[in-house]
């Protein structure tokens, strides 16, 4: 493993003498490639679906896991489009001349090695190769060992493409031990490595964040809230709350607790409840709620869980003061929304909570990448620091100072 | 300590509820009760003082440890001038209306409850806690032993002005348990803390960097270099190089190797030794070196030790590659200096290192907040992400992403 990533390491000096039209000039040649080999991503990911028939593996994993023509397509117009977005390398974010007449440029770099750490989706690989080769870093990729054989398959095709341009085909790779034992090494190499992206189960991400020396970008769970006050346009509120929960219940950004003020808890909830009833949602709800609709009990384990799935705790508070408590409480960080038509108690709810994306008047699923008009999305990021919320190519840049003087000295 | 931190963290709500006019007359209180409480600080700072002669501490520590009056006035200065800078939480740092409609201000606020480990020179007490303030994060501190009761009485006349103004003494406090048993709960506290500075010996940062699950901006070694290219203007080269090593060697951007053209060694050498020698330098060099003038042997192990000291090792290269590759393998990623008026080859050095702060034609002792104009400085990160390089008061906030809807669902 150390050699492995020694190589990496020094592989990301080649990195810094592509232009960026070479880059986009091999990126396109990665999509073709993945086109014209479509036969043999199949047969590989033929054997990763035949194991998972044998180890019995749920029906939603095995969708995850399965391609076909039209996903081997998706992920070559990926790439296509990730060589479209515009050079992150080389930006000048800030510049000023100092008092001692020294030109300052803030410049934005690659950060060097990344280690990425996924699970399922083998369309991860790709995506996540084309954006660390996009933004000049060399990518160490982990996946799941359900998804091994489509993984190798897929780097296979990307280092092919490397190697016909006289590029080290360490510049994106699998990592050789991909037992936990390779990944306790890799979480500890910060000699070589400069940044881990763990994407995936709460316990692969705090296994991660405790244990490792290399920085961490997590993406942890989204324990988001919509709370309705009393000033909402119901209308509004009942279309937004539905959406958060409904439109796609087993992602991150979806909500689990709607808080509903008290001054309108008697009106707002019978509604709420047709609506949520028709979409086939189960809901759970404080006494407060259960003295007004008929919902099963939720209790702090609720409040504190994100089922992933169409399942909702509904809380009766007091105003936006009581939102903001609850929210406190129990948020992860990741997204919050108020509707009101209030602006003092909209900015209030926005200052006060501390997450990644607060919203008023608005669904919490869009905090994605794509809905910000990122263009491609690394992940959506629960760190507090470097990244925070939805992550794109620029999250994989950092920056140094370059500094033009003529001759000073420090006096 | 968990309770203290857990109360740390509570009060650091108090903190958005303040104006920065408010946070600006507190500062100016806190500076004016430094002045007025110059006595109990002069009595705590003399036990510091003797105990440090009982325990036979350097006369350098002893010089950093003193406070005399106008130390006092320095310190109140710092507070004052720290309550001048602009207001660096609430700036909107970047905008922009989606194809959904959603206004997105991405906008700058306070990381939490910032933990800082220090040594010896209780000035920084009273500046971390007044840069902490203005940028609306509570900090938890931990100083020196050896300054303990000098840290105490600042940290009581500055707690004793957040009494007066009704504000939580938890907003600056000094860590209940400074053991090291303390430091090593404190950085695994990241339910409560969000991030860690440890500024101190490279033991220190170490320990803190392998076993913090809390963020961490380091402050780490200095390991500098100067190449002087054969298109130098020598007049120059000579007189940066001596400044970047004679002017404070006992600081981290002080250069400790100096890299020299092949091409014009046999020129620039002796006048290079004939000044430092007139500073009083120790000269190690290489073999190169040592054929043209008279110094001692350097080894690797030279050229991998930040001296913090009037020594200095000599490397012959043959030229910006042969420096490039000396640099690469030694660099501590802090400041490196090329010295051309060849602009292809200064580019080429700039690009090539990875270093927060790469010159050209400069004095690598210009890396500071001072001299960049960042008016404060909270110190100069050796990290890669988060803050890199000097770090100003903006090091001290992070962001999140405000956005104001109209009822948008996602489709």
Known sequence: MEQFLEEAKSASRVLSTLSGSEKNRILKEMANALRSNTMDL?????IDMSDADKNDLSSALKDRLLLDESRIEGMAIAIEEIAALKEPVGRVIDGWVTEDGLKIEKTSIPIGVIGIIYESRPNVTSDTAALCFKSSNVCVLKGGKEAENSNKAIAKVLQAVLSKN????????????????????????????????????????????????????????????TYIDKDAKLDNAIAIAINAKVQRPGVCNAMETLLVDSAIASDALPKLKAEFDRAHTELK??????????????????????????ILNIKVVDGVDGA????????SGHSEAIITENITVAEKFLNSIDAAVVYVNASTRFTDGGAFGFGAEVGISTNKLHARGPMGIEGLTTYKFKIYGSGQIRK
């Open 285 to 310: 709800g404080c006494l407060k709620t259960q003295s007004i609709i008929e919902v099963a009990n939720a209790t702090d384990e609720d409040y504190d869980t994100e089922y992933l799935a169409n």
């Open 42 to 46: 199949l047969e590989a990911n033929a």
């Open 166 to 225: 006289n590029l080290p085909v360490s510049l994106i790779s699998l990592i050789p031990d991909s037992s936990r034992e390779g990944v306790a090494k890799l979480i500890k190499m910060d000699k070589y490595v400069d940044l881990i992206i763990p994407r995936g189960g709460a316990g692969l991400i705090k296994y991660v964040s405790d244990n490792a020396t290399v920085s961490v970008v997590k993406h942890d769970k989204g324990q988001c809230h």
């Open 324 to 331: 903001i408590e609850h929210v406190i409480k129990f948020t």
